[in-house]
T-cell receptor, first 116, second 114 residues
């Protein structure tokens, strides 16, 4: 069964360092997302990506964040200068079509980021 | 603004019992969708069931069913004949045609005891 894969599963970094989280969405999917979940808190939307550009982003997704789909398969989230409050589980998700969001969103297992 | 509220941080039932997880929401959108996602200890979010707001009939998926009360803005999940594998965090989420993102509740930790 096709699945969304994320790497790394866990990354520990020093404050101020750059981090890249990688995702391989399901191959025929067109819509890509990053969500994050700070420990004990709600899942929060970060950004959606369609047709090689950001379609929507939240207030969390400031200039420190960027996304890229460099080669048609990977979908990356970069945090330029990590802060302590960036520590969270980051989930990548993808879906085939918009269908008014009636289509199923497939999630990866998440990348846990710990900023020290 | 859209909000989703899950008022039960944790629930625990015996195997084979029926359990209902609560979710209320608020939205000004006319066309929206509601979802229940399961997050087992393996961490991956899995879609359990979804409901289009324009449909009056409650969605069902095997042992999982919803009670969608549109006027009350309530969307509860009923799990019948609960199994040990149902142990997980359950998240209620809301989406709308006008945007791409999902709005999530805080989650309910469900523990099925043998």
């Amino acid at each position: 069964e096709p699945e969304v894969t994320q790497t790394p599963s866990h990354q520990v970094t020093q404050m101020g360092q750059e981090v890249i989280l990688r995702c391989v969405p399901i191959s025929n999917h067109l819509y890509f997302y990053w969500y994050r979940q700070i420990l004990g808190q709600k899942v929060e939307f970060l950004v959606s990506f369609y047709n090689n550009e950001i379609s929507e982003k939240s207030e969390i997704f400031d200039d420190q964040f960027s996304v890229e789909r460099p080669d048609g398969s990977n979908f990356t989230l970069k945090i330029r200068s990590t802060k302590l409050e960036d520590s969270a589980m980051y989930f990548c998700a993808s879906k085939w079509g918009r269908e008014g969001l009636a289509g199923e969103l497939f999630f990866g297992e998440g990348s846990r980021l710990t900023v020290l | 603004a859209q909000t989703v509220t899950q008022s039960q941080p944790e629930m625990s039932v015996q195997e084979a019992e029926t359990v209902t997880l609560s979710c209320t929401y608020d939205t000004s959108e006319s066309n929206y969708y509601l979802f229940w996602y399961k997050q087992p200890p393996s961490r991956q979010m899995i879609l359990v069931i979804r409901q289009e707001a324009y449909k009056q009939q409650n969605a069902t998926e095997n042992r999982f069913s919803v009670n969608f009360q549109k006027a009350a803005k309530s969307f509860s999940l009923k799990i019948s004949d609960s199994q040990l594998g149902d142990t997980a965090m359950y998240f209620c989420a809301l989406g709308a045609d006008s945007n791409y993102q999902l709005i999530w509740g805080a989650g309910t930790k469900l523990i099925i005891k043998p």
